[in-house]
C-alpha cells in the first residue's frame, strides 16, 4: 500500500489532469489553462469573501449570547431577592449552559481565525502561481517545440492546480467549520428565546440534558450560595424577615 | 523532493529525509486504523515538523507539483478515512463546481 503522503499528491495531480486533456494543441492548452486559472481564482476569491461573511455573522451572534448571559445572571439576583430559589436556580442553570456553549464556540472561532489568515495567504500565493503562469507561457509558446511545449505546461499547470485545490480545500474545512459554529450557536439562540422562567421543564432533549448534568455540577450551587451570601450582607434580609408571611 | 503542507505552502527537502517521512507516514496510517485521534495530530505535527526544519519554503512563482503532500495537522479521524478510502475529501478545483 502507498503511503499517504505519496497518495495524495496523486490524488491532487489527478484532480487536475482532466482539465488539461480537453485542448489538442499546445498553445490552446496555455490558454485554456490561464483562462481557466482566472476563473478559478476569483471563485476562491469569492469563497475566502464567504467564509469572511459567516464568520462576522457568527461574532455578531457572540456578542448577542453574551448579552444573554448577563441579562440571565440578572433575572437570577431578581429572583432571588424575591425569595425565589428555584426560579434563581433556572436562570442560572441556563446561564452555565449558555457559557459552556460559549465557550466552544469561542475556542472554535480561534481556530477559525488562524485558518482564515492561511487562506489569505494561499490566496497570494495563488495569484503569484497564475501570474507566473501567464508569464511562462508566453516563453513556451516562443521557444519550445509542440512536444516539449506539452510536457513544460503538464508541469505548470499541474503545479497550479495542486495550489488550487490546497486553497480549495483550506476554503472548504473553513466553511465546515463555519457552519458547525452556525448550527451551535443556533442551538445556544434556541435555548435562550424561550426565556430564562418559563417552560423549562419539557422533554428531555439534549440541551435539558446538559442542563440537568451542570446542574449537578455545582456550579449552580456555587453561585446560588453566593449570590445569596451578597445579598444578606445588604439591607435586604431584614426586611425579608419582618415579611415572613408576607 | 517537493513536499507540500496542505494549507501552508511547499517545500524543498532533502532526499535524504524520505526514510524518516515515510516512518511517520506510516504513524499516520497507524493511527488511522487505530482510530487514535491523539496519534494522528502527533504524528502529524511530527511530520510538518520535519518538513518545516529541514525544508526550504518554495518562491511563491515556483510552478513545480510537490512529489509529496501532507495533510493539515488538525486533520479528523473522520476526513482522514475518507482520504485513504477515496477521493472525497479533496473538493474539486473551484472552477468545477459553479461558474
Known amino acids: ?246 | 523532493m517537493i513536499v507540500r503542507l496542505l494549507g501552508e505552502g511547499q517545500f524543498r527537502v532533502d532526499d535524504s529525509l524520505l526514510a524518516q517521512l515515510n516512518e511517520l507516514d506510516d504513524k499516520v496510517e497507524q493511527a488511522v486504523e487505530a482510530g487514535d485521534e491523539r496519534a494522528l495530530w502527533d504524528a502529524l505535527q511530527a511530520l510538518a515538523d520535519v518538513v518545516r526544519a529541514n525544508g526550504e519554503k518554495l518562491a511563491d512563482e515556483d510552478l513545480a507539483p510537490s512529489d509529496a503532500v501532507i495533510p493539515p495537522e488538525d486533520l479528523s479521524l473522520e476526513e482522514a478515512r475518507e482520504l485513504l478510502q477515496d477521493e472525497g475529501f479533496i473538493p474539486d478545483v473551484p472552477a468545477e463546481q459553479t461558474s
Do not use: C, H, W
Open chain 1, 1 to 246: 500500500m502507498p503511503g499517504l503522503m505519496s497518495r495524495l499528491s496523486l490524488i491532487f495531480k489527478a484532480k487536475f489532469s482532466k482539465a488539461l486533456d480537453r485542448a489538442e494543441n499546445p498553445n490552446e492548452t496555455l490558454d485554456y489553462s490561464y483562462e481557466a486559472q482566472l476563473r478559478q481564482l476569483q471563485n476562491v476569491k469569492r469563497g475566502i469573501a464567504d467564509v469572511t461573511t459567516a464568520k462576522k455573522r457568527l461574532e455578531l451572534q457572540y456578542s448577542s449570547m453574551q448579552q444573554q448571559v448577563d441579562k440571565l445572571d440578572g433575572q437570577a439576583r431578581q429572583a432571588l431577592a424575591a425569595n425565589r430559589e428555584d426560579l434563581a436556580r433556572e436562570a442560572l442553570t441556563r446561564k452555565a449552559a449558555v457559557q459552556q456553549q460559549l465557550g466552544g464556540i469561542m475556542q472554535q472561532g480561534q481556530q477559525l481565525e488562524a485558518q482564515q489568515q492561511k487562506l489569505i495567504e494561499g490566496e497570494k500565493t495563488l495569484q503569484a502561481k497564475v501570474e507566473a503562469f501567464r508569464s511562462q507561457k508566453e516563453v513556451i509558446k516562443a521557444q519550445y517545440s509542440a512536444a516539449e511545449a506539452q510536457v513544460r505546461i503538464g508541469e505548470a499547470a499541474s503545479g497550479i492546480g495542486e495550489e488550487m485545490a490546497d486553497v480549495g480545500l483550506a476554503i472548504q474545512r473553513a466553511k465546515d467549520k463555519t457552519d458547525q459554529m452556525q448550527a451551535r450557536a443556533n442551538a445556544i439562540d434556541e435555548l435562550t428565546a424561550t426565556g430564562a422562567l418559563e417552560d423549562f421543564t419539557s422533554s428531555g432533549d439534549d440541551i435539558d440534558r446538559q442542563l440537568a448534568a451542570i446542574s449537578q455540577s455545582g456550579q449552580v450551587d456555587d453561585e446560588l450560595a453566593k449570590m445569596k451570601s451578597q445579598l444578606e450582607g445588604g439591607a435586604a434580609p431584614k426586611e425579608l424577615e419582618g415579611e415572613e408571611t408576607k
